[in-house]
Nanobody, 120 residues
Framework: DVQLVESGGGSVQAGGTLRLSCTAS????????IGWFRQAPGKQREAVAA???????FIIDSVKDRFTISQDNTRNTVYLQMNGLKPEDTAKYYC???????????????WGQGTQVTVS
């Protein structure tokens, strides 16, 4: 199994910046792709971005000018740099990992517990 721990969430004002981290442990050979998702209260979970360890990445249009996904494979960590945050970015952000699938669907095998991002 793969364990995922998110960190870096918090409360910021509109226009602010946060960097989320997702660190994988356990059977890290199975974490070939890590995706970031978010879920706001009363809304469905949506994909934000995904990054394969080889560098292939996916990101949704609504954030691509503000968010960046990157990785440090030596640390088994994927980052989501979020700039120009807006109140509509408020959500709980989750990372997920999968050995085979990589994309903006939700068919990931392993999920973290999430980290809250609040933008006011």
């Amino acid at each position: 199994d793969v364990q995922l721990v998110e960190s870096g969430g918090g409360s910021v004002q509109a226009g602010g910046t946060l960097r989320l981290s997702c660190t994988a442990s356990g059977d890290t050979d199975n974490r070939n792709c890590i995706g970031w998702f978010r879920q706001a209260p009363g809304k469905q979970r949506e994909a934000v971005a995904a990054l394969h360890r080889t560098g292939t990445m996916f990101i949704i249009d609504s954030v691509k000018d503000r968010f960046t996904i990157s990785q440090d494979n030596t640390r088994n960590t994927v980052y989501l740099q979020m700039n120009g945050l807006k109140p509509e970015d408020t959500a709980k952000y989750y990372c997920a990992a999968d050995p085979r699938y990589c994309g903006l669907g939700s068919t990931y095998a392993y999920w973290g517990q999430g980290t809250q991002v609040t933008v006011s």
